[in-house]
């Protein structure tokens, strides 16, 4: 059974940084083949991919809303995804979820209804 658990959410002031970590358990599926990724979720509005990253971690995907503040890494030794987020600002304000892929080959960057894996969410608030 797949288990992803994210932690490092909190509050922080606008600027400030946070990252969150991912750490995956029962994840069978090949790194290569697959996408992990980071969504996010604000109350009313549709849940926006943020950070996506493939092929083993060598191609990543961000949405323009964090480029250049967001970085996404994974550590395969550790099952472990990150995402380090600097110059945060208020609209980051949100749940943060982590999921994964099921791909038993490769097909290129996934899209969003591919991800079949979901994490519980850890609330990331920034404020003015």
């Known amino acids: 059974q797949v288990q992803l658990v994210e932690s490092g959410g909190g509050s922080v002031q606008a600027g400030g940084s946070l990252r969150l970590s991912c750490a995956a358990s029962?994840?069978?599926?090949?790194?290569?083949?697959?996408?992990m990724g980071w969504f996010r979720q604000v109350v009313g509005k549709e849940r926006e991919g943020v950070a996506i990253i493939y092929r083993g971690g060598l191609s990543k995907y961000y949405a323009d809303s964090v480029k250049g503040r967001f970085t996404i890494s994974q550590d395969n030794a550790k099952n472990t995804l990150y995402l380090q987020m600097n110059s945060l600002k208020p609209e980051d304000t949100g749940m943060y979820y982590c999921?994964?892929?099921?791909?038993?080959?490769?097909?290129?960057?996934?899209?969003?209804?591919?991800?079949?894996?979901w994490g519980q969410g850890t609330q990331v608030t920034v404020s003015s």
């Open positions: 029962g994840y069978v599926y090949s790194l290569s083949n697959n996408c």
């Open positions: 999921a994964a892929t099921q791909r038993r080959e490769y097909g290129g960057r996934c899209t969003d209804a591919e991800f079949a894996y």
